[in-house]
């Protein structure tokens, strides 16, 4: 059942680490940190992806600043309490890490596929250029009865596909995780600087349920 679950939410990313580590939490005296990776777009632009990685895979306390690291795991998130309201913070859990050399190619380089649930209706809109664009949010089973709620966005016709899905639909969908800077309005005055994920998808497929 386990294995199942982990086959669900499958993740690859090869990038530049451009931060240090940092601390995150603790389980069962098991340290977690947090480090960034840039990962080239196809355009030259970078994705900025957050790892979250146990101190038993790797030495946390070397800075790995410029080097590249090549990553397997899991699509994560959690609920973080901040200004009166739950947020949802989301990053790559890392199972197997490695350290590479910058001319290593990696096979997938960006990669991610995810089976589970659509739990909000979907919003379908258009650009002012006319672009289709779909937004979704995709519950993913976890051990232990958790969840992970993962945001997806899609475009043109898998835009137009997924607008018609409905909340509890099972779809499975692959594509790669990207990230975006926002301004969050903080007061009248005052603007804070963020960065959001989401799954920008290439291709899904709604699993119609057997009776």
Sequence with gaps: MTDKILDNNQVSVFGEVISSFSFSHEVFG?????????VKRLSNSFDYIPLMVSER???VKQDYRGMFFEVTGQFRSYNRHEEN???LVLSVFVREIRVCDEDYESSKPNYIFLDGYICKQPVYRKTPLGREIADILLAVNRP???SDYIPCICWGRNARFS???EVGGH????GRIQSREYQKK???FEMEKRTAYEVSVSKL???ETEE
């Design 144 to 146: 232990y009865g958790k």
């Design 186 to 188: 903080l007061s009248e």
């Design 30 to 38: 098991e340290g977690f940190y947090l480090v960034t990776v840039a």
């Design 57 to 59: 895979l790797i030495d």
């Design 205 to 207: 497929e709604y699993i």
């Design 171 to 174: 779809v499975q969908l692959w």
């Design 163 to 165: 607008g018609q899905f």
């Design 85 to 87: 309201k739950n947020r």
